[in-house]
């Protein structure tokens, strides 16, 4: 069947993709509706969105038979769903022009989705293009958006992998962060979605005691992996945040050298530190419900401190 839906959309739609050396005078960008979190600059004219976090999308409506994407990356895979047809998957373009070709001459809709987890590089997309002939038409805002935060299951950490046994490599590849719980929902219930999180990170310790310099509470505020600009935009205001951590906390053994000699250290840590960035959200989205999400795995070790968790933030 999967074969037969991959020749069933090469007949309808017509692709090409050729290595970008200048940027066709003839042709127009168009604006963009963008989905996560993105760092939009504007250079000699053009836009260019940069990104790492997961579950980042792009989307476009226009009229007539063509469109190109200017990509600028070599670390993730992508899906383009061109009128809600199957996906067509494009892996690590690079700096790259696809072209969409041979389209009716009517209104078609466009969607171009970041599938793969990077979470120490970053990828640009240079936009949308067509033909000055050709009629731009504006996406209206949705009036629903909700907000993801939390680690691997909320990134969708192989979730479309056939077996539990996996290199690197494989978990890369079978990393689908638009088919995980978060983009499954919002598209169910036709809302925008941003999906912050990180694989192997919590609330104050991170999966075996990794990289204790770091938390997702501390990456979170930025609108890249780098710690450097931190994300704002007046457009963003979920009605819901659904957070989901606590798995990394406390699914390993305290190491030696760490800085909880307790399992209860750690558990108060956890506890006011989560509520803490919760306030935080809280405070800079006072209309959003925030929903916590507990796994009652580990004896209920996680699921005791977010009861705990929210005990202290309803006070």
Known sequence: MKKFCLRLIALLISTSAIPVFAKDAEKIAIPVHIGGRVLQEEAGGQNTYTYSWPGVYFAVDFV??????????????????????????????????????????????????????????????????IPSNQKIIPLPARQRQIEFIGDS?????????????????????????????????????????????????????????????????????????????VYQDSSWNPQLIVIGLGTNDFSTPLNPGEKWKTREELRKD?????????????????????????????EGEIAQQVDKVVAQAKA
């Open 153 to 229: 299951y909320t990134v969708g950490y192989g979730n479309t992998s056939s077996t539990r046994e996996c290199t690197t490599e494989d978990v890369y590849k079978t990393t689908n962060t638009q088919v995980a719980f978060g983009p499954l929902l919002a598209k169910h219930l036709d809302a925008d979605y941003q999906i912050n999180a990180s694989s192997g990170f919590g609330v104050v310790r991170n999966y075996n005691g990794t990289s204790p310099d770091k938390s997702l509470p501390t990456l979170y505020p930025y609108t890249l992996n780098d710690a450097g600009k």
């Open 270 to 298: 956890y506890v006011a530190t989560y509520a803490s960035f919760i306030q935080q959200l809280h405070e800079r989205q006072p209309q959003a419900y925030i929903l916590l999400m507990a796994s009652k795995a580990f």
């Open 64 to 129: 007539g038979p063509s469109l190109d994407l200017h990509f600028n990356d070599d670390q993730n895979i992508f899906s383009l769903i061109v009128d809600g047809k199957p996906p067509i998957q494009i892996s690590k373009p690079g700096k790259l022009v696809y072209s969409v070709k041979d389209l009716d001459k009517g209104r078609h809709s466009v969607r171009l989705e970041k599938l793969t987890e990077t979470q120490s590089s970053t990828g640009k997309f240079e936009g949308f293009y």
